[in-house]
């Protein structure tokens, strides 16, 4: 057998510019619970009554997440049409939000794609926001690195391509709490905002220092996120048990511009909760199932 010396892979560890190999993604092992759940064919929709800062004011809107299995081409980054040896299974969160800020309406929905057979990061992640004076959209495919595509309306933030080093996902967080809250990063570490915070507050797509606790209030589990540098704050409040539901959450952040910069907290509330195979429900005989949401035609 070739025997190879220590010091030799210290060298080969210079060489590569990194001081320790990572160790591969775990299998996860689902609970039957978990299975029962998530792969019984159905989605789970829950809307919220929204009130978001935003023009140094508050706009009363509504948030939708639906949370969804779906089969996965890894190649691709796409949903696969069927179940196959190329598939891998995830848990997929489709978030919108809509508000009106003054005669125009904001349109915003951010997906995140994660794996569900290996511990680890996001697959996917991207954003739109579309209003009267245009549409913004980013996207994180995880390949070797984190590849962002971002394109935007505003003079400087136009078409860009990069890379990013991996970090944790604040989009992604949504969909750990689902799996396994046990799974929730804690303590000082970096993370990548939201993709929606970013683009509507004009910040640069990368890591920030952000401090992660874990706590209970009340009958509910909760986890926040504080960004120094960002002067915000995420707070996120969940059912203890299985299934984790998200019953609300709250972000406090600077808004407005200039002198009129104050900081409001964007509340949102759960208000009703579904478990269905949406997909086949378009046709016109189906609308009393957002009235079912509380969500408006």
């Given at each position: 057998?070739?025997?190879?010396?220590k010091?030799?892979?210290?060298?080969?560890?210079?060489?590569?510019?990194?001081?320790?190999?990572?160790?591969?993604?775990?299998?996860?092992?689902?609970?039957?619970?978990?299975?029962?759940?998530?792969?019984?064919?159905?989605?789970?929709?829950?809307?919220?009554?929204?009130?978001?800062?935003r023009?140094?004011?508050?706009?009363?809107?509504?948030?939708?997440?639906?949370?969804?299995?779906?089969?996965?081409?890894?190649?691709?980054?796409?949903?696969?049409?069927?179940?196959?040896?190329?598939?891998?299974?995830?848990?997929?969160l489709n978030?919108?939000?809509e508000?009106?800020?003054?005669?125009?309406?904001?349109?915003?929905?951010?997906s995140?794609?994660?794996?569900?057979?290996?511990?680890?990061?996001?697959?996917?992640?991207?954003?739109?926001?579309?209003?009267?004076?245009?549409?913004?959209?980013?996207?994180?495919n995880?390949?070797?690195?984190f590849?962002?595509?971002?394109?935007?309306?505003?003079?400087?933030?136009?078409?860009?391509?990069?890379?990013?080093?991996?970090?944790?996902?604040?989009?992604?967080?949504?969909?750990?709490?689902?799996?396994?809250?046990?799974?929730?990063?804690t303590?000082?570490?970096?993370?990548?905002?939201?993709?929606?915070?970013?683009?509507?507050?004009?910040?640069?797509?990368?890591?920030?220092?952000v401090?992660?606790?874990?706590?209970?209030?009340?009958?509910?589990?909760?986890?926040?996120?504080?960004?120094?540098?960002?002067?915000?704050?995420?707070?996120?409040?969940?059912?203890?048990?299985?299934?984790?539901?998200?019953?609300?959450?709250?972000?406090?952040?600077?808004?407005?511009?200039?002198?009129?910069?104050?900081?409001?907290?964007?509340?949102?509330?759960?208000?009703?909760?579904?478990?269905?195979?949406?997909?086949?429900?378009?046709?016109?005989?189906?609308?009393?199932?957002?009235?079912?949401?509380?969500?408006?035609?």
């Open positions: 057998m070739l025997k190879i010396s010091f030799a892979i210290i060298l080969f560890l210079i060489f590569i510019g990194c001081d320790k190999i990572p160790d591969p993604p775990q299998d996860r092992k689902l609970s039957s619970e978990f299975k029962e759940y998530w792969f019984d064919g159905t989605a789970e929709i829950t809307s919220y009554n929204l009130e978001q800062a023009y140094g004011e508050m706009r009363e809107g509504t948030a939708v997440k639906i949370f969804v299995k779906e089969d996965f081409l890894p190649e691709e980054q796409v949903k696969a049409n069927e179940t196959s040896e190329r598939t891998f299974p995830i848990l997929k978030s919108t939000k508000f009106i800020t003054g005669i125009y309406p904001y349109s915003i929905m951010e995140s794609f994660f794996p569900l057979h290996k511990e680890g990061h996001a697959t996917k992640v991207s954003a739109s926001i579309q209003e009267w004076c245009g549409q913004q959209f980013i996207q994180l995880n390949r070797t690195h590849e962002m595509n971002s394109h935007s309306y505003f003079e400087g933030e136009a078409d860009k391509q990069f890379n990013l080093p991996k970090a944790h996902l604040e989009n992604e967080i949504w969909n750990l709490i689902r799996i396994d809250p046990a799974e929730l990063p303590g000082e570490i970096d993370m990548i905002p939201s993709f929606e915070f970013l683009k509507l507050n004009h910040r640069e797509a990368k890591a920030y220092k401090s992660a606790k874990k706590d209970t209030e009340d009958s509910l589990s909760t986890y926040t996120l504080n960004y120094p540098d960002l002067n915000r704050t995420l707070k996120i409040f969940y059912q203890k048990d299985f299934p984790y539901e998200i019953e609300k959450w709250e972000e406090i952040i600077p808004s407005g511009s200039g002198e009129n910069t104050k900081m409001l907290t964007t509340k949102a509330i759960k208000n009703k909760r579904l478990k269905i195979d949406y997909w086949n429900k378009n046709g016109k005989n189906d609308l009393s199932l957002r009235e079912k949401l509380g969500l408006k035609k």
